[in-house]
C-alpha cells in the first residue's frame, strides 16, 4: 500500500502527464488521465472502479475512453484467476508502435527535405542565378543529418525494447 505522500505525487504526475497526453497524443482530457494512470499503476494493473474512484469520473466517462484506449492498442486487460475484474495495463507494444510512427513520420519528412535540397541544388547550379540569391543547403544538409542520426538511435532503442520484451516472455 503506498503512502499519502506517493498517492499525492502520484496523481500530481497523473495529471502532469496527462496534460502533455492531451497536446502530443490528443487524447481527450479523460483519456488522457487514464492512460497517464495506468502507466504509473505498472504490471500490476487498475481496474475499471479504481479508475471511476481515483479520476472522480462517471462510470460511462471511464467506460468509454477505456475502450477508445484499447481501439488505440494504447492498452489492453487481463484477468486474475478467481477474480472476474478486469485489469488495465499498457500493451506491451505501444512504445514500439509510437516508435514506429515516429520512424515514419522522420522519413517522411527527410524526404521532403531531401527534395528541397536537390531542388535549390539545380537552381544553385544555373548560371543566370547570381551569387547572392543562391539558396543556402546548410539548414537542409544538417536537418537530414540530424533525421538519420535520430532514427538510428530510435531504431537502436527500439531493438532493446524488443530484446527486454522477449527476455521477460
Not at 498517492?7 to 492531451?22: P, R, T
Not at 475502450?67 to 486487460?77: A, P, S, T, V
Not at 543529418?145 to 521477460?168: G, P
Amino acid at each position: 500500500m503506498m503512502n499519502d505522500n506517493v498517492c499525492k505525487d502520484k496523481m500530481i504526475l497523473v495529471e502532469k502527464f496527462g496534460v502533455f497526453l492531451e497536446k502530443r497524443e490528443q487524447l481527450a482530457p479523460v483519456a488522457a488521465r487514464i492512460f497517464a494512470y495506468i502507466v504509473l499503476t505498472g504490471k500490476s494493473g487498475t481496474t475499471f472502479d479504481n479508475l471511476v474512484q481515483v479520476l472522480c469520473a462517471s462510470k460511462s466517462t471511464i467506460s468509454t475512453n477505456l475502450n477508445h484506449l484499447q481501439d488505440l492498442k494504447k492498452i489492453e486487460y487481463f484477468t486474475k484467476t478467481g477474480d472476474r475484474k478486469k485489469y488495465f495495463k499498457i500493451n506491451d507494444n505501444s512504445i514500439l508502435q509510437k516508435i514506429d510512427e515516429m520512424i515514419f513520420n522522420w522519413t517522411e519528412e527527410r524526404e521532403i527535405h531531401t527534395e528541397l535540397m536537390n531542388y535549390k541544388k539545380t537552381i544553385n547550379a544555373l548560371d543566370t542565378v547570381p551569387h547572392e540569391e543562391k539558396f543556402d543547403l546548410t539548414i537542409h544538409h544538417d536537418f537530414v543529418h540530424f533525421i538519420d542520426n535520430a532514427t538510428s538511435a530510435i531504431s537502436d532503442l527500439k531493438e532493446k525494447i524488443i530484446k527486454t520484451q522477449s527476455k521477460l516472455k
